[in-house]
C-alpha cells in the first residue's frame, strides 16, 4: 500500500480556551493538507486533543465534575472550534480514548522490558502549572522562580525515568544528516545549539497516582501514571496503529488494531506542525522516543512563531486575546484564514491588529480578489449574457506561470510565499480591466470580437483562481465555482490549467464575495 501523507498538529490542552495561536496551527496544516490533496496525493491529517494531566484533574475538580465529564464538554467545544475553522481533519484524537491508552500502555511494556527505563528518587521544585520539575537554571537572579510557573511545591518522589543521553550523538547526527528535519532552518540550528552544549538529562516518564491520578497508568506498575508529555506525544502513532499502519506490525507489541489490517500507511509523518515553545520535546524527547521503540522519525517537524495582540503576549485575564469564532462570526472564516496566513510566515513571531485585519480584508479581499470576480461576471452578464466566448490566451501564460510557482511555493509549505503569488495574478486581471476598459469596447461594435477576447480572458482567470485558492479558502473558491456555473468543486489542482472554460458555457451572476465594510 502507498504511503499515504501524513500530518499532524500539536494537540491542544482540553482545558485552554481555544484562540488565535491555535486556530493558526490547525489553519497552516489545513491548507498543506487540502494542497495536497489538490495535487492528487492521499492525505490524513490528525488533530485532538490533550486530556491528561494535574492542571485538568484540579479544573475538575474545581468544577465539581469528575475528569473525564469534564474532558468530554470541552472537547465538544474543541470539534466544534475545528468546524467553525472548516477544518478538513481526518481524524480527531483524545488521549483518554481507549485506542490511545492501549497502545501507549503496550509500548511502555515494550520499552520497560527492553530496559529502557529506570527507577530514581528525585528532590526538586515542582510546577504543576507546567507540569514539570524545575532545576536550578530555572531559577531568576533573585534566586525565585518566575510566577509564570504558578504555584511551585518542593517533592521528593521516585518515579521511572527514560534515558536520553545514549542518543543524543545519534540525534545530532540525523539532525546534520537530514535539514528538513527541523524548520525553518533557525529553530533547526536552535536544536543543534542546545543538543551540542549540554548533557541531556533523562526525561521523567511517571508520577505517582497517590498525587496525580488523571493519567494513563503505567502497565508494568499501577503505583504510577503516565507523564502527560509522554502520553501527549504518542498520540501521533496510535491513532496510525489503532487503524493498522503496518509500520507497527513488526514491532511486536501486545497490541490488536481497532481496524482491519493492514490500514493506511501513515507513519512515518510527513509533517508535524507545532509552535516554537514546544520545540524541545518535539525535535529531541520525540525522536529519541521513536529511536527506543524502533520506529522511523517524522520527516519534518514544521515551527510556526507565537502571535501576539497589538504587541503584546495574549493573556486572559488582560483580556487581550483574539477570539477567532467572533472574528469568524463577523467577517466569515475565511478572510480569517486569509488574514493569518497572509500576515505571517511560518516562523517569525506575528502581531494581530483589528485595523491590520480590517484594511487587508478590504484591500486584498473586498477591493481585490472580490471586486475582479464580481466585475468580470458583472460585464460578461451585461454584454453576453452570461455566456462564455471563444478560448483566448492573452493571460495564459501568467495564469500559468502563477499556478507553476504556487504549486513549487505549496510543496515547500511557504504558504504565505504562495497566497501572494495568487495575489498577483489578482493584481494583474484588475489591471487588465483597467488597461482594456472592455466598458469602452463595449460601446462601439466594431470592437465585438475584442471585447468577448478580454471578457473571455477575465472569466478564465476567475476560474483558475478558484482553483489555486481552495486550500487557503475553500468555502470562497466553491462560490467562485458556483458563480461560474460550473459543477463540482475547484479542488484539484490539475483544474487550474487554462482553457477550461467552454465556449457557450453559461454562467451565473455574481454574488459580492466579501462586501465592503465601513467599519
Ligand atoms: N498540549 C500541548 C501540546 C502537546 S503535542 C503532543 C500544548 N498545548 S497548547 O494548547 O498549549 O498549545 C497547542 C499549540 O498551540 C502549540 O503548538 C502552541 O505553540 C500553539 N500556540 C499556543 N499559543 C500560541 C500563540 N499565541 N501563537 C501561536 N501559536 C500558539 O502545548
Known sequence: MSKVFYLTTAIDYVNGQPHLGHAYEKVITDVIARARRSFGESVFYLTGLDEHGQKVQQAAEADGQTPQAYCDRLAADWQAFARKLNLSNDDFVRTTQPRHKRFIQAALARLHAAGEFYTAQYRGFYSAKEET????????????????????????????????????????????????????????????????????????????????????????????VTYVWFDALVNYISVPASLGDPAFAGLKLDYQPAAAVPGPALWPADVQVIGKDILKFHAVYWPIMLKAMGLPLPRQILVHGWWQKDGEKMSK?????????????????????????????????????DAGFQSRYQAELANGLGNLINRSLAMLKRYRQGVVPARHDELAATAAGTAAETRAQLERNELQAALITIGGLVTRANQY???????????????????????????????????????????????????????????????????????????????????????
Not at 485575564?317 to 493569518?340: L, S
Request: proline share 9%; hydrophobic share 40%; charged share 25%.
Open 317 to 353: 485575564t488582560t483580556g487581550n486575546v483574539v477570539d477567532p469564532v467572533a472574528v469568524i462570526d463577523a467577517w466569515g472564516v475565511d478572510a480569517f484564514r486569509f488574514y493569518v496566513i497572509r500576515e505571517l510566515a511560518i516562523g517569525p513571531d506575528g502581531n494581530w491588529t
Open 433 to 519: 480591466v483597467d488597461h482594456t476598459a472592455p466598458f469602452k469596447l463595449a460601446k462601439d461594435p466594431a470592437q465585438a470580437q475584442r471585447l468577448d477576447e478580454v471578457l473571455y480572458n477575465l472569466v478564465e482567470t476567475c476560474r483558475v483562481l478558484a482553483v489555486l485558492l481552495w486550500p487557503f479558502l475553500p468555502q470562497t473558491a466553491t462560490k467562485i465555482f458556483a458563480q461560474l456555473g460550473l459543477t463540482g468543486e475547484p479542488d484539484k489542482f490539475a483544474l487550474s490549467a487554462w482553457g477550461g472554460l467552454p465556449a457557450g458555457h453559461h454562467c451565473n451572476d455574481p454574488v459580492p464575495l466579501f462586501p465592503r465594510r465601513d467599519n
Open 133 to 224: 520539575f524545575l532545576t536550578e537554571k530555572d531559577r531568576r537572579p533573585d534566586g525565585t522562580f518566575d510566577p509564570a510557573y504558578g504555584q511551585i511545591t518542593e517533592l521528593a518522589e521516585t518515579n521511572y525515568w527514560f534515558r536520553l543521553k545514549p542518543r543524543q550523538q545519534w540525534l545530532i547526527d540525523h539532525i546534520e544528516a537530514n535539514p528538513g528535519f527541523v524548520q525553518p532552518d533557525y529553530r533547526r540550528n536552535e536544536v543543534l545549539g542546545f543538543l551540542k552544549n549540554n548533557v541531556l538529562e533523562d526525561l521523567c516518564i511517571s508520577r505517582p497516582a497517590a498525587r496525580l491520578n488523571w493519567g494513563i497508568p503505567m502497565p508494568f506498575d499501577p503505583d504510577y
